[in-house]
């Protein structure tokens, strides 16, 4: 008896046997109000190889898909595309149960998981460019070094010209449909790009040398199986493509302002800038992060041109809400960006003075110097905000035009 969890069949040799993860809301510091999955795979063939495994919870799903196919502990290889916990908290526990004859990872895979589970077991490195063939298939592997951390490889099967991505074009989606034609466009181009932009960024170079690579090598995708949201079975070429854009970071004419206020004087502040942007052309998005989360606004940074940023001065300092997404922005680093800083203070006004250089160590092009209010803005206070904005619209018209 298999249980209540059924495999899903993806080409001549590849099943689904992953798990769905309805509740998280949360994944190291980016919200996932859409839950996600962790995908694993089966490929049957003269012997079964299992792709990957689960995040520890969902063990027993993984096994029970595994077992709608075939007999677990028929496994005879496991293939470890990334030693991430929720691909591989389940390894040990999945080993000691099937007893595969061999675990298969990269050289920093091997490393990665003898230091997260001092198993005593040998893991067997495969290297970049290496071609194994196992149980009657033909399988290649390639390093993808950072992509997103220093273990991480992609596994490409010949016979069904499938690329097991890992964490490659993938996105934090938990829907009841497996593939990507069958879920709306929409959510499926928001939840990718929010997945880009939170966890690539910072590794963009990386991302278009790998598409170069892979085109240069002249592999055939006709089907992509990403560690976590849907499995592309029809033109895959449309998420590589919107990977090859996310990583150039061509500025765009939106300009995000993005504040948090104590009594309103910052936000008065925000919404006169916005104002301004919108009369000089450019498409302004105002996000105060009282109901703003960080993520989404890296989200909304990934396709900008402008990020104009406000605080008040609390303890000599800059805003709580304000810290915390600019110490995430800078972590992502985020590229070809101009922008400028504004607030308000009562009677030391270091705040905006901060964040000005934390702009300038991101390397935001200030357009021009912080905008500073005391106390509560007056009608003047206001049109200079507007003026603000006005300025940076401008220079943003300027930006866009040049790279075009």
């Not at 046997?17 to 089966?42: C, E, K, M, P």
């Not at 003269?46 to 993984?62: G, N, Q, R, S, W």
């Not at 970049?128 to 951390?149: I, K, P, Q, Y």
Request: aromatic content about 8%; glycine content about 8%; overall charge negative.
């Amino acid at each position: 008896m298999s249980g209540p969890f059924e495999a899903v069949k993806i080409s001549d040799h590849v099943y689904w046997v992953g798990a769905i993860d309805w509740g998280i809301r949360d994944f190291h510091g980016y919200s996932t109000f859409r839950g996600s999955t962790y995908n694993a795979y089966l490929i049957v063939a003269d012997d079964v190889i299992l792709i990957d495994t689960v995040k520890a919870p969902f063990k027993d799903e993984l096994l029970s898909r595994v077992a709608s196919v075939t007999e677990p502990r028929n496994i005879k290889y496991i293939i470890s595309n990334h030693s991430e916990m929720d691909h591989s908290g389940s390894l040990p526990r999945v080993i000691a149960e099937v007893e595969p004859e061999k675990v298969f990872a990269s050289p920093n895979g091997v490393k990665a998981l003898a230091a997260h589970f001092h198993m005593d077991r040998e893991i067997t490195a495969v290297k970049d460019g290496e071609n194994l063939a196992l149980g009657g298939v033909n399988l290649s592997f390639l390093e993808t070094r950072m992509l997103h951390w220093p273990d991480s490889m992609v596994t490409y099967v010949a016979e069904d010209r499938l690329l097991f991505s890992q964490d490659g074009f993938g996105m934090h989606l938990a829907t009841a449909e497996r593939f990507a034609d069958e879920i709306d466009e929409c959510a499926i181009v928001e939840e990718g790009a929010k997945y880009y932009a939170n966890i690539l960024t910072p590794y963009s170079a990386l991302v278009t040398k790998l598409i170069e690579r892979v085109g240069s090598l002249g592999i055939r995708i006709d089907v992509l199986c990403p560690d976590h949201g849907p499995i592309w079975r029809k033109d895959p070429g449309k998420i590589i493509g919107l990977w090859s854009k996310w990583a150039e970071q061509a500025p765009t004419g939106k300009a995000l302002v993005v504040y948090d206020t104590m009594w309103g004087s910052t936000e008065k502040m925000a919404r006169a800038i916005s104002e301004g942007l919108i009369d000089g052309g450019a498409t302004a998005l105002v996000m105060p992060l009282h109901s703003c989360h960080r993520s989404d606004v890296a989200t909304e940074l990934l396709e900008a041109g402008a990020l104009l940023v406000g605080t008040p001065t609390i303890n000599n300092s800059v805003f709580p809400t304000v810290a915390d997404v600019i110490a995430y922005l800078k972590g992502l680093k985020f590229k070809n960006l101009i922008g400028a800083v504004f607030g308000s203070y009562g009677w030391s006004g270091e705040g905006h003075k901060l964040l000005n250089d934390e702009l300038a160590s991101m390397k935001v092009e200030i357009v021009a110097d912080p905008m500073a209010v005391n106390y509560v803005p007056d009608g003047e206070a206001l049109d200079r905000c507007r003026g603000l904005g006005l300025a940076v619209a401008k220079k943003l018209k300027e930006v866009v035009k040049g790279g075009s």
